[in-house]
Nanobody, 123 residues
Framework: QVQLVESGGGLVQPGGSSRLSCAAS????????MAWYRQAPGKERELVAT???????NYADSVKGRFIISRDNAKKIMYLQMNSLKPEDTAVYHC?????????????????WGQGTLVTVSS
């Protein structure tokens, strides 16, 4: 039905920057809220940032002022620009889209997850 493909991440030095992308494909009528989550080793998954279909954004306190979430509705892509990275930002980052499926699937709403991409912040 719908697939999310993430890209970006990898090894970044403390204080550096990196950008993640998450692209959707499939039978999509509309995408409502998009979000980034992350899960550090041995910790629970946490919400990093969200962006509504209208562009309203929210951030976790831990990334506020450093990370920027954005979206391109026409291309069905979401981005996460990460600046001033810290070792504690090391985690697997997952994207999540609140998708409304196309007519073939009766315009049903469905949460869809990306496979995750590892960001390691280390010198």
């Amino acid at each position: 039905q719908v697939q999310l493909v993430e890209s970006g991440g990898g090894l970044v030095q403390p204080g550096g920057s990196s950008r993640l992308s998450c692209a959707a494909s499939g039978s999509i009528f509309r995408i409502n809220t998009m979000a980034w989550y992350r899960q550090a080793p041995g910790k629970e998954r946490e919400l990093v940032a969200t962006i509504s279909s209208g562009g309203d954004t929210n951030y976790a306190d831990s990334v506020k002022g450093r990370f920027i979430i954005s979206r391109d509705n026409a291309k069905k892509i979401m981005y996460l620009q990460m600046n001033s990275l810290k070792p504690e930002d090391t985690a697997v980052y997952h994207c999540n889209f609140d998708v409304v499926l196309g007519a073939t699937y009766g315009y049903r709403s469905l949460p869809v997850w990306g496979q995750g991409t590892l960001v390691t912040v280390s010198s």
